[in-house]
């Protein structure tokens, strides 16, 4: 069993630094009033804010648009029982200002689904935690080297 002493807590700037590092997370949100999670895409962007693009017609866009959600992305290598999560909680938002389209457009993440009418929606890294659970070895004993 792990003993808590094997997790770290992370500080914002690390949890962004590791997020960079990750092409896939998921988007947790609420769907006909019951919590769903959804695999994306994503990149960060210059403020910090997680950037994802979607179809505008998307059933994730009518979920997420002007509503708070969670954002995590993790990595693990499960040989030694190390990695880390990083979660980011704030307001999503459809991106509407045509300038700031036209940027994402150039610099944003591109979708891996094909998709038609596409939209970039972003999450405001409102708060930001993260924790890395330390290689614990085998059966929570300590790695040996």
Known sequence: MFQSDGFRALDRQECLRLLAKVPVGRVVYTRQALPA???????????????????????????????????????????????????????????????EHERLLRDGPDSWMPMRDGVFVRIEAGMVSGRELTGLGVRGTAPTT
């Open 37 to 99: 999670v959804l695999p994306v895409n994503f990149s960060l962007d210059t403020d910090s804010s997680v950037l994802l693009c979607t179809s505008r017609d998307s059933d994730l866009v009518r979920a997420i648009d002007g509503v708070v959600v969670a954002f995590e992305a993790d990595d693990f290598q499960t040989g030694i029982r190390a990695g880390w999560s990083v979660v980011i909680t704030g307001r999503a938002a459809v991106v509407t200002d045509p300038a």
